[in-house]
């Protein structure tokens, strides 16, 4: 498949600006920016999606440029409904930092920054050189802004439209970029930015959105939806990824195969047909999870997060070290430990059962694992000896409850 077909076989177009970007996609080598504002010092899997066609199109000659809007975020993308809290100078600084080492790192491609293009601009020079050739009526028509029309929306959020639009007309002519790349609910964004260049240069700018990646709840994934999983692994460790991914819903676990690795069309129709064949054997989210982990931390990383999602559920957790298991299982709700210990005792004061009563009979049904043992004895003495390392437990309750027992 040449490079739009590859893109559209994906899902990963959903509006162009002009007809005649296929042709350019599959005839010409072009340069293109994708960015993302600073909200958090991590990516998450959201960015993923967006940033990884990057990748994608690189692999067919165009050139990459990742954008990080150290200016922009100062400002903020107006949300649907209300205003975005602004985020601190410092903060913004901080985040934007971590973004421009995790884009590196991650992906390779040059990284920019669009404070330093727009923080010597004064007020009446943004007016004079851009503000003039952007219709109010034009920006009101912008589905966002008019979503926000009830219930207000400041001039500030109102004007953050024209600064991106300034920035790809600043990346044209310093960069020869001629192409942005973003996901759907930039779409207004984009076209501001090619009517900008249209006006001020007379010259074409196109545009490509792909449709956002959403959760099994059809839930974009970012911060304030809460379900980010961040990219940085020490936010969102290589294990907490891998059960997110390993637990992908069937009705959606290809669209992501397609959408968030680099297998190809012939691996993923071969995946799909073993995959329906015998779905409880999650051959595809297994795929899926190897081929995102290893692209974000490698190879070991996978390895890794295998090793410690097959111990949870095996005697095999007394191989690994204490510090794995604080890692990458932080999630679980915590209990200080005592040393020396009665079973039935442990449970009441980890407020893992409300009554005696209730602690026995779920030790008599062996209900109650330590370290995946089960122990049936009430009188149990749970002692330090035993825990891992010295200092850790993980103590389970019938089939899914977990806790994280800990010796200070």
Known sequence: MNCYEDLKWRGLIKDVSTPELEKKLNEEKLTFYIGTDPTADSMHIGHFSSFLIASRLARFGHKPILLIGGATGLIGDPKPSVERQMITKEDVQKNV???????????????????DWIKDISIIDFLRDYGKYINVNYMLDKDIIQRRLETGITFCEFAYTLLQGLDFVHLYKEKGVTLQVAGSDQWGNITTGIELARKMLDTELYGLTMPLVLDANGVKF??????????????TSSYELYQYLINTSDDIVIDYLKKLTFLTKEEIEKIEVEHQAAPELRMAQKKLAEEIITFLHGKEEYQKALKMSEALFSEEIMELSSDDILNNFKDMEKIILKDNIILEDLLILGNICTSKREARELINGNAISLNNIKINDCNYLVSKDNAIDKKVYLIKKGKKKYYLGIYE
Not at 98 to 115: C, M, P, S
Not at 222 to 235: R, S, V
């Open 97 to 115: 930092l971590g973004l421009t080492k995790q884009a590196r790192e991650i992906f390779g491609f040059e990284v920019v920054n669009n404070y």
């Open 222 to 235: 970012g911060k304030t939806e809460g379900n980010a999983l961040w990219l940085d692994k020490n936010k």
